[in-house]
């Protein structure tokens, strides 16, 4: 009975081979799966207690080990149950191609996340208040680092597959320029945010005004940048219309120089009139964060003695000067009625001129 199903595993045979050979295989693959999935746990578990310690590396380390796929170790430890069959000449150098297919595809997993995971603390280390906020330079940098990445990765497998990679890159060039002829617009957008990438005119959470268009910048891509209006509604842009416009960045603002300008009438007393510049002096200087510049009779206008005023807030916040503006209008008010000065109000003349009388003549019959 034993010999009889020696035999059968033996003599059985699929594609020209045994059973037998066959369930060697299996059987090695499995253990090599497990055998593997084992090691790599082993290894995560003892880098994640050294991350405790030693800090930063140790932990990217371990994230990038965890990237290992299932998927693909199954597949080498297929791979390697296969080197125990008897195949013959032909399979074995497809084998031996996979075998490299697998080893890339994973290294370029690997080497993705670390990037990322490199990126991210380069970014987030070097952005304000400690935060990663996506800006246009952590884009593009993470777009071109994985796109030359999976390049090299690609052309090394099909190098391996045996395609002559030199034709395949020259075709690429060829391809290369009539898409860029095809996409000239998508790509002076993407040049744009390049452009914005490195002279950072404007980053994620900047305040900023486009002519008409005014919000917090939310979202910097490769195309087009997300704006957060006023209003609430999201404005989307394109890059290179934003680059080829002019942009005032609010975020930037340290100190805020105010000019403001009022009238008085021309029958106001000419001693409330020059005491009309040291009223607005005192109405500054009695505000907090503000500091005074001038105020000056500026001319005589058509319609009002006019003056110009200039005062300088300490914080650029946009609540806190109309706070400001509000309470030295206010002191202006009260003062001037004070002095007996009135604010000027347009004022249109309308001249009647009176029309001469029709000349009659008369006959005396």
């Known amino acids: 009975m034993n010999d009889r199903i020696i035999e059968l595993f033996t003599d059985t045979t699929f594609f020209g081979i045994s059973i037998l050979n066959l369930l060697v295989a299996l059987c090695v693959a499995v253990l090599t799966f497990v055998i593997a999935r084992a090691v790599i746990g082993l290894l995560m578990r003892r880098v994640q207690r050294w991350s405790e310690h030693d800090g930063a590396m140790s932990q990217v380390l371990a994230k990038v080990l965890a990237g290992t796929s299932n998927s693909l170790l199954l597949l080498a430890s297929l791979l390697v149950g296969l080197s125990m069959l008897d195949l013959p000449e032909r399979w074995l150098g497809r084998v031996s191609s996979l075998w490299f297919v697998v080893a890339a595809l994973q290294i370029g997993l690997w080497v993705n996340r670390a990037i990322a995971l490199g990126l991210t603390r380069y970014f987030s280390r070097h952005s304000a208040d400690g935060l990663y906020q996506g800006s246009a330079l952590a884009t593009l940098s993470a777009w071109g680092a994985r796109v030359l990445l999976w390049s090299v990765v690609l052309l090394a497998m099909l190098s391996n597959l045996g395609v002559n990679i030199t034709a395949f890159v020259a075709s690429l060039g060829v391809g290369g320029i009539a898409v860029a002829l095809a996409v000239q617009n998508i790509l002076g957008d993407l040049f744009a ?173």
């Open 193 to 365: 945010s390049l452009s914005i990438a490195v002279d950072k005119p404007f980053e994620v959470g900047d305040f900023i005004v486009i002519g008409p268009l005014a919000g917090t910048v939310e979202h910097v891509g490769l195309k087009t940048t997300r704006i957060r209006s006023l209003g609430g509604e999201q404005i989307v842009m394109a890059n290179a219309s934003m680059i080829s416009s002019t942009i005032q960045n609010y975020k930037r603002l340290q100190e805020r120089r105010i000019v403001f300008e009022f009238g008085l009438s021309y029958d106001t007393p000419t001693e409330a009139v020059k005491q009309a510049p040291a009223i607005v002096e005192e109405a500054i200087k009695a505000q907090q964060q503000v500091r005074f510049d001038r105020a000056h009779l500026r001319g005589f206008g058509k319609e009002a003695l006019e003056f110009e005023c200039v005062y300088i807030v300490r914080d650029p916040g946009y609540n806190l000067y109309m706070d400001i503006q509000q309470a030295i209008n206010f002191h202006l008010l009260e003062r001037f009625t004070r002095i007996g000065a009135k604010f000027a109000v347009p004022v249109r003349a309308i001249k009647v001129t009176a029309l001469p009388q029709p000349f009659v003549q008369s006959q005396v019959l």
